[in-house]
């Protein structure tokens, strides 16, 4: 390993190494360097919600791979308002907006309220994914008091505040209220209070039912007047000002976040500084994933793509792997890439064991990255690895009373297992999540070949021939024919079109394959190769 080789040589232990830079030359306590996420309880949770835990945690992990103790802290923003119904649930929900999620009835009839619904859904996922944390309720830190201090300071600084939202994004509404949401004794609503005057020596804020407009609809008020004891958790800080107050509470040193919040980091920041006294964490800012359609990933738009959806099709690891090969710049992200994800996954397994090799540098890099995808508990030797296509074609051709006696014959017979070796249970778990995919979907996710010209014109008179053919002898044919008029060793071509379809150099007979995972199917993953190179 080179000598400028820091941790395990990702982006993550450079980052880990940044905090430690920056908390040394702030001569704080080196104890335990926290780092945080927050947890949206306000609706499904999707792909995205798992990027802040999963980031947050890598760092956590190169922390402490740099020998200083870390830990995750998984804040659940359980006090949150409900500002929008998301896509799929009972319009009538709609008569709880501007009320705290904590205090919504859980729709599904499993959990104490709404919001503990939604936040379980993220945190099974950071379960299955194997990632550890300290878990906050935002509804029990403000009834036990955690944030007391840091409320006071700002409501008795709410002036400063105001100066510092106005300077940063030009909003005017904090020099003309208390960054501060109480509960209505009235009516139950969060959004609608408006907090004109905080009395420090009774800890006591007045405010005002007077409505407010979320996303167009008017939630009204109940006009009622009253005062709400800070102490009693019946209320809770904007978000123009929470992420500072909790920042400084629970001693929070680095916190990844998405560029869709970036205004409300950089105005907590300052908070945190300025008016809290504390120096904000280490930042480090990800762009959101999108949809195929260029539209973000999100729990009210109805696009929702959750870990569970992932989980049915994909391991935990090769998750972790779309969260943390990169950081920075958009994705767009679909179902669809899961194989291609699940592949990746074996490859980086593969270098890890040496079985296949690469640039020192980026080895180490490779090494550490697939040790990150395991939360730094990687398996002890090498797994049997089945491409993810060829193992959908074994699902779906094989009798459905004895599926795994069938797929076990073929590896056999392709080599990746030996005579007479069963299946292991990874295998068992790749079955059936192939079982799955072929029950839900029927696009091939092709894998990326650098094309000659000569098999670019072979794969494209190949595209012309298969619209025509029906029987799996005549496809064969039309393979080796397109290989021979293009000057192309027919055997090459059928190991070009293994590593297209199947990510593997070779597998069963083409013909049936085609067939078998429907002709159109193939002809769209062979034009997409084509265009693609």
């Known amino acids: 390993m080179s000598e400028e080789t820091i941790g395990r040589g990702t982006w993550y232990d450079m980052m880990a190494k940044k905090v430690i830079e920056r908390e040394q030359s702030l001569n704080r306590d080196m104890s335990n360097l926290r780092t945080e996420m927050g947890l949206g309880a306000s609706g499904f949770p999707h792909i995205g919600s798992l990027g802040d835990a999963s980031r947050s945690y890598a760092v956590t992990l190169a922390l402490k791979n740099l020998n200083c103790n870390s830990e995750l802290v998984a804040f659940c923003d359980d006090k949150d308002g409900l500002r929008k119904v998301p896509a799929g649930l009972p319009k009538d929900m709609e008569k709880y907006l501007g009320y705290s999620v904590s205090s919504i009835p859980d729709p599904f009839g499993c959990h104490e309220s709404y919001g503990k619904h939604m936040s379980s859904l993220l945190l099974d996922a ?298 292991d249970a990874n295998l068992k778990q790749r079955i059936e999540y192939a079982s799955n995919w072929t029950r839900d979907f029927e696009e091939i996710k092709e894998t990326d070949v650098a094309l000659t010209t000569e098999e670019k014109k072979a794969i494209s008179e190949l595209i012309t021939l298969l619209e025509d053919e029906t029987e799996p002898d005549k496809i064969q044919n039309a393979i080796f024919n397109s290989a021979k008029s293009n000057g192309i060793a027919p055997s090459g071509f059928f190991k070009t079109l293994y590593k297209i379809l199947m990510g593997a150099p070779q597998g069963p007979r083409l013909g049936p394959y085609v067939l078998a995972m429907g002709k159109q199917n193939v002809i769209a993953a062979l034009k997409r190769t084509v265009n693609k190179t």
């Open 126 to 423: 950071l379960d299955k994914c194997g990632i550890e944390y300290k878990y906050y309720s935002a509804k029990e830190v403000y009834e036990k008091g955690l944030l007391l201090d840091e409320i006071r300071t700002i409501l008795t600084n709410a002036k400063k505040v105001g100066e510092i939202v106005k300077e940063e994004v030009g909003q005017e509404t904090y020099t003309e209220v208390l960054p501060f949401f109480a509960i209505c004794k009235k009516c139950g609503h969060l959004y609608t209070t408006r907090a004109y005057k905080f009395d420090p020596k009774t800890d006591k804020v007045s405010y005002k039912c007077e409505g407010l407009e979320i996303r167009g609809k008017l939630i009204a008020g109940c006009e009622h007047e009253g005062e709400v004891d800070i102490k009693s958790g019946e209320g809770k800080l904007t978000w123009k000002s929470e992420f500072a107050a909790r920042w400084k509470a629970l001693d929070i040193r680095f916190e990844a976040y998405g560029k869709d919040i970036a205004d409300s980091v950089r105005i907590n920041d300052r908070i945190c500084r300025e008016v809290l006294c504390f120096e904000p964490p280490s930042h480090a800012k990800y762009e959101m994933f999108l949809d195929k359609g260029g539209k973000k990933i999100s729990k009210s738009a109805g696009n929702v793509f959750t870990p569970q959806v992932w989980f049915q099709y994909g391991s935990p690891q090769s998750l972790l792997l779309l969260m943390l090969k990169r950081f920075v710049g958009t994705r767009t992200l679909d179902v669809s890439d899961i194989p291609a994800y699940m592949n990746e996954l074996d490859y980086l397994e593969d270098v890890y064991f040496g079985k296949k090799t690469a640039a020192e540098k980026e080895a180490t890099k490779l090494r550490g990255l697939f040790e990150y995808c395991y939360v730094m508990k990687p398996p002890a030797k090498p797994s049997i690895h089945v491409p993810y296509n060829l193992m959908a074609f074994l699902v779906k051709m094989a009798p459905k009373e004895c599926i795994d006696d069938y797929v076990a014959e073929k590896l056999q017979s392709y080599g990746y297992l030996q005579k007479g070796q069963i299946l």
